[in-house]
């Protein structure tokens, strides 16, 4: 039988409680704010209760724990699996014992959708390594129709094993997405990876789509703040000089693969 759902109280309290436990076995409160970009004030006021932080700064403090958002509010996460097996259990048991080759660090997600060659989405990717998978955080600021820009946060978590890579997420801005990418090495020396997404909205105007992803990494986090300013929607021949050259030659090459034969495209 499914568990009650939690009130907010109860939910804040959990919250409350668990970060307390989980920050008294550091040895460093200092260093867990340091590692989640969090203020040692505001901080306090987490544990103390007085205040919730966002989804996005939870996360941040999960990873600096090395805890799952889910963990830090003592709830646990289930699959279908005719037992309560977490996902992270079913990884290790299975696959995790393969290789593995995804660094963590900045990366540059690009994204096309089939149909559109002329333009891509380019966005900045932070990837924290966890004991099983790791953390996924993908940011940018995107133009509306009318003209108007709006930051877009995706969230999510990621499991590697043998050359291939998984990414589950949804939209944390906009609540109204959730989607999986499915990707591969370009080659055996590169940190590069390519394969292609599915994504379906929800809300609003509902509708799936799918499309090409090309993720190049760039080297650390903070490797990606130069370019910051310049993530959104480009037109792929006139690219701001501040992304790297084989953006192109890259989203060409796999486009035109892709296209090709769809559904003979091997990840």
């Known amino acids: 039988m499914a568990e009650k759902a939690l009130s907010p109280r109860e939910i804040a309290e959990r919250f ?12 460093s409160i200092s260093e867990v704010c340091r590692r989640a970009g969090v203020n040692r004030q505001q901080f306090n006021k987490y544990m103390n209760g007085s205040n919730m932080p966002s989804i996005g700064v939870a996360c941040r403090i999960a990873e ?18 005719g037992e309560d ?11 995790d014992h393969l ?16 149909e559109s ?16 998978g790791g953390s996924y955080r993908r940011y940018a600021q995107v133009t509306r129709t009318d003209g108007t820009s709006v930051y877009n946060e995706l969230l999510g978590r990621y499991y590697e094993a043998g050359g291939k890579l998984v990414i589950y997420y949804t939209n944390v801005t906009f609540n109204n997405v959730l989607g999986a990418t499915c990707l591969r090495k370009v080659d055996y020396y590169s940190d590069d990876w390519v394969g292609l997404k599915t994504a379906h ?34 037109r792929l021949e006139e690219l701001p000089p501040c992304f790297p050259e084989r953006i192109s030659r890259m989203m060409e090459r796999h486009f035109d693969a892709i296209k090709a034969s769809p559904q003979g495209y091997e990840i």
């Open 16 to 27: 409350r409680s668990t970060l307390v436990a989980l920050v008294e076995q550091r040895s």
């Open 64 to 81: 600096a724990l090395n805890v799952s958002v889910s963990e830090l509010v003592g709830e646990k996460v289930f699959m279908e699996t």
């Open 85 to 95: 097996t977490r996902l992270d259990t079913l990884f290790e048991r299975h696959v």
């Open 99 to 114: 290789p593995r080759y995804m660094k963590a660090g900045g990366y540059l997600e690009v994204a096309a959708l089939p």
């Open 117 to 132: 060659k002329e333009q891509v989405l380019i966005a900045g990717v932070e990837l924290c390594e966890r004991e099983i």
């Open 201 to 234: 909205r929800f809300q609003g105007a509902p509708k799936p789509a799918s499309g090409i992803v090309l993720l190049l990494r760039v080297g650390e986090i903070q490797d990606l703040a130069p370019m910051k300013d310049e993530f959104g929607i480009h």
